[in-house]
């Protein structure tokens, strides 16, 4: 049977990026996705796909292996219903989701007891495929597609069902026969298939940067890998999210210690390629447009740091959103020069033809003049992606296997290599089970008309489109980061950056790695503030290492030298300008200590009052002491306000309040004492002075009385 023209009209060449995935919780799939029950009873029949002939050729038979359940096998029996090939992408989804398409080439059906047992401990199904190609004996289970010779090649939906005696309850789910007959000199459709490695509990709200993986997604993350490393002949794009690599590093586990390796070995042999975009998943056209294209830069620049060791490549950029054509232009400017985008992100319509597939690399402005080429993601390979992790892994698989052969069939005879693109949602929750992978990796080894290749592979092999230029289209500007608490923390965390020593730069990357956390595009508004708050909280915890101490300071005399001691409990040395400042001091002179350096080219200042001393001092000790020499200007208690703060001003490290008890007296005050008591003894000598004669007159007049009565 024939298609119709239009399905399969010419198409420009193009290459298929498929599958951004990354490990996380599973996610619920349909019953009839593979997994199906018609009732919870303990004998109700289930059926289940636990593996199939990927493809067929001419006189190859195709082989079912069935899970069946508990039930009594002679009770059962399996119905097989084959449908005429499929034409359009739509059609293929819509039998996804179980609705009939086309008409029926073949069905019968087979009572299971008759059926050879598996080996899994379910049931096989072993069909002879009669086609015009290479016709097949008849027989119970022959199936015939109905085509003529040459032109037999294509998908034909499956329908297998299972059902009790007397039809009282009955397990259904549709895979697919391919067939696959290609011309001699036919193009395969390339196809990359990028993987994710990611653990939630690295990038969730508010984690603490160096807080350990829990063992379960550890476990994850080993047997994914332990999958590729199986399959390392078969070309895979490896795109490890560098916050979860940090993460397994702070994991003192020796499952975590061999998820590293095996991860470092991925990019250094094999057929592998890693992949480095950004530190977390973030929204580039939400950071560009909010103002925020450093932090853009520091996302990929310390993805590549930690990633360094696996070689990764640093060309491709695979966007979870749309770009414009300033975000284009910033992430060329950070060294990707192509572009991995979901079809919302461009404009104009481009495809290979009427009805098919957007099947080509093409070439986007990001202005100015310049462009980059970009692949389109496709929303129908996602789709078949949904289902990877739920309770029917294999038909899951055999759904991908079976739509990449539809995208080849849409134009066999391509002279150039095609195919489409997709991106499974977001990269972070979505999980890639191992059993998936196994069947995908294993089928794509040998697939006679998909080609697996690497997405720099991909982007060198497929000859892009040079006409017309697409445009990028403009974001909503409806970004979810807190975009001032963001840049007021880059702000703290530069300022804090410029105080510390080299002694401090891993504490300094700590702190960064905890913001770059805070961009995450997946997390929500609140979220994004929570982990925020986790930035800010860590940020103190090390200013809380740094203190100044309030003891009281007496003061006896006009003048004398002040301690002021900065205690540091922290590992690393830090520097900054210390600051004295008062209302009732003068700072007559520098600064001179005891031991040490310091503090370095001091100043004074004086302003409506109030005296400063500044300099700028290096916090290398335990405990630091300046002694600063001071005059208080009156006596009693007042109060000095001492602070360290960063080198660029924008941080205080830290900062107290010092109490003076002056005792001293001032020198005006002393000369006016002085005047006085000066006055005061030269009134008391003269008053002594003037009162001698006068006693001495009285005393001789009364001895002079008595002697003339004793006469």
Same mark, same amino acid.
């Given at each position: ?97 179980? =609705? ?6 073949? @069905?019968?059906? *087979? %009572? &299971? /007891? !008759?059926?050879? +047992?598996?080996?899994? $401990? ?61 011309? =001699? ?6 196809? @990359?298939?990028? *993987? %994710? &490695? /990611? !653990?939630?509990? +690295?990038?969730?709200? $508010? ?72 530190? *977390?998943? &973030?929204? !580039? ?5 909010? $103002? ?420």
């Amino acid at each position: 049977m024939g298609r119709p023209a239009s399905a399969f009209a010419p198409a420009a060449a193009a290459g298929l990026v498929c599958a951004v995935l990354a490990l996380g919780p599973a996610r619920p799939v349909q019953a009839a996705a593979g997994a199906a029950s018609a009732s919870t009873g303990r004998n109700a029949p289930t059926l289940e796909l636990l593996s199939q002939t990927p493809w067929v050729g001419p006189g190859q038979p195709m082989t079912l292996h069935l899970g069946v359940g508990s039930a009594p096998r002679a009770s059962l029996t399996v119905g097989l219903t084959l449908f005429q090939h499929l034409t359009t992408r739509s059609g293929f989804a819509d039998t996804e989701n179980g =609705t009939e398409v086309g008409q029926v080439q073949w @069905s019968t059906s *087979v %009572g &299971v /007891a !008759a059926l050879p +047992a598996d080996p899994q $401990g379910g049931v096989d199904v072993v069909m002879p495929v009669s086609s015009g190609d290479a016709p097949a004996p008849p027989g119970p289970l022959t199936a015939n597609l109905g085509c003529s010779l040459g032109n037999c090649g294509g998908v034909y939906p499956l329908r297998v069902d299972l059902a009790s005696a007397g039809g009282a309850s009955r397990a259904v789910f549709t895979t697919y026969l391919v067939y696959a007959s290609p011309p =001699t000199a036919t193009q395969k459709l390339r196809f @990359s298939f990028v *993987v %994710g &490695v /990611a !653990a939630p509990a +690295a990038t969730a709200a $508010g984690v603490p940067v160096g807080a350990p993986l829990p063992a379960d997604q550890t476990d994850g993350l080993s047997s994914v890998l332990s999958v590729l490393a199986a399959h390392g002949t078969t070309p895979v794009t490896v795109a490890p999210q560098p916050a979860t690599v940090r993460a397994l590093g702070a994991t003192p586990t020796p499952k975590a210690r061999s998820v590293l390796a095996a991860l470092g070995s991925l990019g250094t042999g094999g057929g592998h390629e890693v992949l480095a975009t950004s530190y *977390v998943p &973030v929204d !580039a056209a939400g950071l560009v447009d909010s $103002g925020l294209g450093g932090e853009l830069a520091d996302q990929v620049r310390r993805a590549q740091q930690v990633l360094g060791a696996m070689r990764p490549s640093t060309d491709t950029w695979l966007a979870a959103g749309p770009v414009d054509g300033g975000t284009v232009s910033q992430l060329a400017g950070l060294g990707f020069r192509q572009l991995v985008v979901p079809p919302s992100a461009v404009g104009q319509a481009f495809g290979g033809g009427p009805g098919l597939t957007v099947s080509r690399p093409f070439p986007l402005g990001a202005g100015r003049g310049q462009t980059v080429p970009v692949v389109e993601t496709d929303s129908g390979l996602a789709g078949d992606l949904a289902g990877d992790s739920g309770p029917a892994p294999a038909l899951a698989a055999y759904r991908l296997l079976a739509d990449l052969a539809l995208l080849y069939y849409e134009e066999p005879n391509a002279s150039v290599p095609r195919g489409a693109v997709a991106l499974a949602g977001d990269p972070t929750t979505t999980a890639p089970g191992p059993a998936f992978l196994s069947i995908v990796l294993d089928a794509l080894a040998t697939d006679p008309v998909v080609a697996p290749v690497t997405l720099d592979g991909l982007f060198g092999a497929v000859p892009a489109a040079t006409s017309p230029v697409r445009r990028a289209v403009a974001t909503s500007g409806t970004t979810t980061l807190p975009v001032r608490q963001l840049r007021a923390a880059r702000a703290r965390l530069s300022a804090f950056a410029s105080a510390t020593g080299p002694g401090g730069s891993a504490v300094v990357r700590q702190l960064g790695d905890q913001l770059l956390l805070a961009e995450n595009g997946a997390l929500r508004a609140g979220q994004a503030q929570g982990a925020l708050a986790a930035f800010d909280a860590a940020l103190k915890g090390q200013l809380s290492t740094l203190s100044i101490r309030t003891d009281t300071i007496r003061l006896t005399s006009t003048a004398a030298k002040v301690p002021i001691t900065v205690v540091k409990q922290s590992g690393y040395a830090l520097s900054g300008t210390l600051e004295v400042s008062g209302d009732k001091v003068v700072f007559p002179r520098g600064a001179s200590q005891a031991t040490g350096t310091v503090c370095r080219e001091p100043t004074v200042t004086s302003t409506a009052g109030r005296s400063s001393f500044a300099c700028l001092a290096s916090i290398a000790y335990p405990t630091n002491t300046v002694y600063i020499d001071m005059r208080a200007r009156a006596t009693g208690d007042f109060r000095l306000t001492v602070s360290l703060t960063s080198p660029t001003g924008h941080l205080v490290l830290a900062s107290s309040d010092i109490t003076v008890h002056s005792m001293s007296t001032s020198l005006v005050a002393v000369g006016l004492s002085v005047a006085a008591g000066a006055v005061l003894l030269v009134w008391w000598g003269r008053t002594l002075w003037r009162r001698r004669p006068a006693q001495g007159a009285h005393a001789r007049g009364r001895s002079e009385g008595g002697a003339g009565r004793n006469r």
